[in-house]
């Protein structure tokens, strides 16, 4: 599998309903917050974001690894059931 295809297809997964923004705020104040990479924002004002998640990861650095390491196809069906029933 190319990794445009991959792509094409994990895109398409992740823009699946997954459940609701989680709460930050307290008891007292029910307004639904989600922390952002620039702070705490209301879950109002996210409208539609793309997740950043990783659904493979190579620990050996940066420098190290390749397309070589692993089997693109194999990646693909053995993470697809666990992103699909997220």
Same mark, same amino acid.
């Given at each position: 599998?190319? $990794? $445009? ?63 070589? $390491? ?17």
């Amino acid at each position: 599998m190319k $990794r $445009r295809e991959f792509l094409k297809i994990a895109t398409a997964v992740a823009a699946l309903p997954v459940g609701r923004a989680s709460s930050f705020a307290d008891e007292k104040d029910r307004t639904r917050r989600v922390m952002t990479v620039a702070g705490e924002v209301s879950a109002d004002q996210l409208g539609k974001m793309l997740p950043h998640e990783h659904v493979m990861v190579d620990f050996v650095g940066a420098d190290t690894v390749s397309p070589q $390491r692993y089997d693109a196809d194999e990646v693909f069906q053995v993470m697809v059931p666990y992103i699909a029933n997220a």
